[in-house]
């Protein structure tokens, strides 16, 4: 099922160039529009409670970190229950992986992937979907894992994490 209307994104992230990287990564396609970009937790949370937002994109810049256990994206999971959260990050470790998508990722990306990837999984996690992957974020899984969980097809149909089998291995 396609969107007709652009999917409404808010980004967080504490680093200005960060912020207006993504923007424009965004922006450079027609199909996502970016209404809001804050630089913390707070500002984020204003957001949110004031406009209706498709999707939530928490990059590493406030996403916590393994000692707090993700906190920020915990607290935004059950303050903002029905928007979804796409985790941007530089994590390379399925650990952290395992880490971010149990403190409530709907989506994993890699900061290297490409605007279309970023979208496909954006597409996935609009129609329900819970732990989708880029393929690149599944490639960083041991091989076991990837051989049995994710499809790394061309077209990225049902690429996502297979989560008890991810965390088992974790």
């Known amino acids: 099922m396609m969107r007709e209307s652009k999917i409404e994104i808010v980004i967080a992230d504490d680093r200005p160039v960060v912020l ?10 027609e199909r996502i529009r970016v209404t809001a970009c804050v630089r913390n937790t707070h500002q984020l949370v204003a957001r949110l409670k004031s406009a209706r937002y498709d999707l939530i994109v928490l990059s590493g810049g406030i996403e916590g970190s393994c000692a707090d256990d993700f906190a920020p994206l915990r607290a935004l999971r059950q303050a903002f229950p029905d928007t979804p959260v796409i985790a941007f990050t530089e994590a390379t470790d399925s650990r952290t992986l395992a880490h971010i998508q149990r403190a409530g990722a709907a989506g994993l990306v890699s900061t290297r992937d490409e605007a279309r990837v970023f979208e496909r999984v954006c597409e996935r996690v609009l129609c329900g979907a819970q732990g989708v992957a880029s393929p690149r974020v599944a490639s960083y899984c041991d091989e076991d894992a990837r051989a049995d969980s994710f499809d790394v097809s061309p077209d990225y149909r049902d690429v996502r994490l297979s989560v008890t089998r991810f965390i088992a291995r974790v």
């Open 20 to 29: 207006y990287g993504l923007q424009s990564w965004f922006e450079s396609h």
